[in-house]
C-alpha cells in the first residue's frame, strides 16, 4: 500500500519554528521528487519545496528561501521540511507530494510539473497555523 504520511503541523507564534515530515512507503522512494505544497483557505496550492531523489538537489519558491529547509532521511524514507522564522502568510495546510521524474529535470522543472497536476502520490494535509 502507497503512503505519504505527512506530520508535525500545529499552531505557532509569528517568528517560531516548525518541522513537517513527510513518511514514505509502498513505492521506489529513491525514484521520486518529493514536494511541500500548501493551500491557505481561499487561495490555489502552491509549491513550497522540492528535493530531486536522483542528486538531492533542492528547489524554494522564493518567499520561503532563507526560512525553510527540506532534507531527506533515506534510511527512514521520510523527507522533512524545517521552518523558521514563520510569519501568518505561511498559515496553510501544508501536502507532500511525490512525482517520478527523469533524470536530467531539474528541481524547478520538477516543482512546476508537479503543480500543473504531474503527481503520483498525495499525503495527507498537515495544518499550520501562525499567529501573528
Known amino acids: 500500500e502507497v503512503q505519504l504520511q505527512a506530520s508535525g503541523g500545529g499552531l505557532v507564534q509569528a517568528g517560531g519554528s516548525l518541522r513537517l515530515s513527510c513518511a514514505a512507503s509502498?513505492?521506489?522512494?529513491?525514484?521520486?521528487?518529493i514536494g511541500w505544497f500548501r493551500q491557505a483557505p481561499g487561495k490555489e496550492r502552491e509549491g513550497v519545496s522540492c528535493?530531486?531523489?536522483?542528486?538531492?538537489?533542492?528547489y524554494y519558491r522564493d518567499s520561503v528561501k532563507g526560512r525553510f529547509t527540506i532534507s531527506v532521511d533515506n534510511a527512514k524514507n521520510t523527507v522533512y521540511l524545517q521552518m523558521h522564522s514563520l510569519k501568518p502568510e505561511d498559515t496553510a495546510v501544508y501536502y507532500c507530494?511525490?512525482?517520478?521524474?527523469?533524470?536530467?529535470?531539474?528541481?524547478?522543472?520538477?516543482?512546476?510539473?508537479?503543480?500543473?497536476?504531474?503527481?503520483?502520490?498525495w499525503g495527507q494535509g498537515t495544518q499550520v497555523t501562525v499567529s501573528s
Open positions: 528535493i530531486s531523489r536522483n542528486d538531492g538537489s533542492t
Open positions: 507530494a511525490a512525482s517520478h521524474v527523469s533524470p536530467g529535470i531539474t528541481t524547478a522543472q520538477a516543482m512546476a510539473l508537479m503543480t500543473l497536476g504531474a503527481v503520483d502520490y
Open positions: 509502498g513505492f521506489p522512494f529513491d525514484d521520486h521528487a
